[in-house]
């Protein structure tokens, strides 16, 4: 879901409409659990509550996981968050504080982010529920990795009944003055440059195709979340998911990602994660869910 003065590549600047999620339950009735988020601003969507309502007529969990600001959220979104179906949002909060949030988040407002997670809590609470579940996502860098600002977010997202996930930077090669003491603090492994999130063996958007096959606002397939540049040339909303991915450049992707034959005419082929793949780390049929 994405709506932006940017344009991210080819996929461009739009947003999900609630005529085309309706159009998209219709046709996969099979579907029962959608992630709202990739690489925009979920709550910048104007037909975000008529979507969350959609989903609870028809019983469909909904997870924006893909983190959002929550620098602009309204009072109706952050109700029909608690009131329909949306079981988990993960919150980018690279700071504890605004100095050191603002070195990232550029024109985010840390205590407007904090406020607006209060309310959602209140509302919580005002309907007896447990979800949505909140996590805290914070990427470490070079302008964060402070003891004291670690140990503060930590402490900050326990006092709002939030689960804290540390990340590590996409920045290659990257590691904190004290990767010991911000080790131990976080549970990143510095020295597994293929593991972005703490507790984590490895990093693998590859498996998305498989486990969670991304979709672009205006229904384009892009397989997996990290892609924005080269969407496969299939469009959900006109032929359904299952089509989709039975298309024989989806099944050669699958196979190429598994150590099969190279496929050129595959979005995924001149993708860095591929090449990565070509060094022996190939797709197994165990990392499939």
Not at 32 to 53: M, R
Not at 159 to 187: A, C, D
Request: hydrophobic fraction near 35%; aromatic fraction near 14%; glycine fraction near 6%.
């Amino acid at each position: 879901m994405r709506k932006s003065k940017t344009n991210f590549g080819n996929v461009g600047a739009g947003y999900l409409k609630y005529e085309n999620f309706v159009k998209f339950l219709d046709m996969n009735p099979f579907v029962s659990h959608i992630e709202l988020a990739n690489h925009g601003e979920a709550f910048l969507n104007p037909d975000l509550v008529k979507i969350l309502y959609e989903a609870t007529k028809r019983n469909i969990v909904i997870h924006i996981l893909g983190g959002v600001n929550f620098n602009k959220v309204s009072d109706e979104q952050l109700e029909a968050l608690v009131k329909y179906s949306v079981k988990d949002i993960s919150i980018s909060i690279d700071g504890a504080s605004q100095e050191v949030y603002s070195k990232y988040r550029r024109n985010g407002n840390f205590d407007t982010v904090i406020n607006n997670i209060k309310k959602l809590n209140e509302y919580k609470k005002k309907y007896n529920k447990d979800f949505p579940k909140l996590y805290w996502q914070y990427i470490v860098m070079d302008t964060n990795e402070d003891e004291n600002e670690i140990k503060k977010a930590i402490k900050t997202a326990e006092e709002l009944n939030m689960e804290i996930l540390f990340k590590k930077t996409y920045v290659y090669g990257y590691k904190p003055k004290n990767p010991e003491l911000i080790s131990k603090l976080t549970g990143i492994d510095f020295n597994n440059t293929t593991a972005l999130f703490a507790n984590e063996n490895r990093f693998c958007p590859c498996l998305d195709i498989w486990n969670s096959p991304q979709i672009n606002y205006d229904g384009r397939f892009l397989g997996c979340a990290c892609n924005y540049e080269y969407p496969f040339n299939i469009n959900v909303f006109e032929t359904g998911l299952t089509k989709c991915l039975k298309s024989k450049i989806v099944r050669k992707t699958k196979k190429m990602l598994m150590g099969g034959k190279p496929y050129k005419k595959s979005p995924c082929y001149n993708c860095e994660y591929y090449k990565y793949k070509l060094q022996g780390n190939f797709i197994t049929k165990e990392d499939i869910k």
